[in-house]
């Protein structure tokens, strides 16, 4: 192996949205996730469309181009039929493209072995993809003032990383049992998916990350990719990403 290719940047992959825009079709994510993961985590980003069952029945082409994948928040919520809960919200709050993709792909990812990252509803769609169930929740306030560009991503609550019923790891990659994080979300894990631990938990007992037990899985209810520059809480859980993605990278090479 030559010294290129040992420093070479993972390639992560980011699932899209399914959206309109100006009445035509698109697929799409926020740019704040991109610069996160390109920068945070120090990878090439790919962009991969959710296209259903076109795309889920090429994963194995997809996943052999990519070394990890985010699964980004979004306005929309998992529809309830997909855990055998109530719907809390109107069905324009919903992107069905979005969940026909995720929940698939996120079961392919697992038995591949694959690392990935949740993030808000991102957290909750690999939850419910194991079987885990959801419930509605009141939206925590910013407890500081926020400029309109802020607005729902201002620092908000702590949440506990290490104690009863978590695992500690957290706590290493941030060097502090508690943890100060934003929260924009009107929905949240109930029921653990099979598989799954928790990570973090805010005083109110709201899951805020969880883990997978034999899977490089983990996930956040917060939105670390806001301004994550500026936090740094959010550059060290890019950077541990980063971190985790580059080992797979690596050993893909010298395999």
Known sequence: MTAEEKTRRPVIGILCDGGVWRGHPYHMTGHKYVWAIQQGCEAVVFLIPALGTHLTANLTHVF?????????????????????????????????????????????????????????????EINVALGG????????????????????????????????????????????????????????????????????????????AISHTSAPVFAVQWHPEWRFWQDEVSRALFADFGARVRAVALARRCA
């Open 64 to 124: 052999n181009q990519i070394d990890g994948l985010v699964l980004t928040g979004n306005t929309s919520h998992v529809p309830a039929a997909c855990y055998g809960g109530t719907d809390y919200y109107p069905v324009a709050e919903r992107c069905l493209v979005r969940d026909e993709t995720h929940l698939a792909v996120i079961k392919q990812a697992i038995k591949a072995n694959l690392p990935m990252l949740g993030i808000c509803r991102g957290m909750q």
């Open 133 to 208: 169930t959801l419930q509605a929740v009141d939206n925590h306030v910013p407890s500081e003032p926020l400029d309109p560009q802020d607005l729902g991503y201002g620092l908000a609550h702590e949440v506990q990383v290490r104690g009863e019923g978590l695992t500690g790891r957290l706590e290493q990659v941030f060097g502090k049992p508690w943890v100060r994080v934003n929260s924009y979300h009107a929905m949240a894990i109930d029921r653990l998916g099979q598989g799954l631990v928790l990570e973090a938990c805010a005083d109110d007992g709201i899951i805020e």
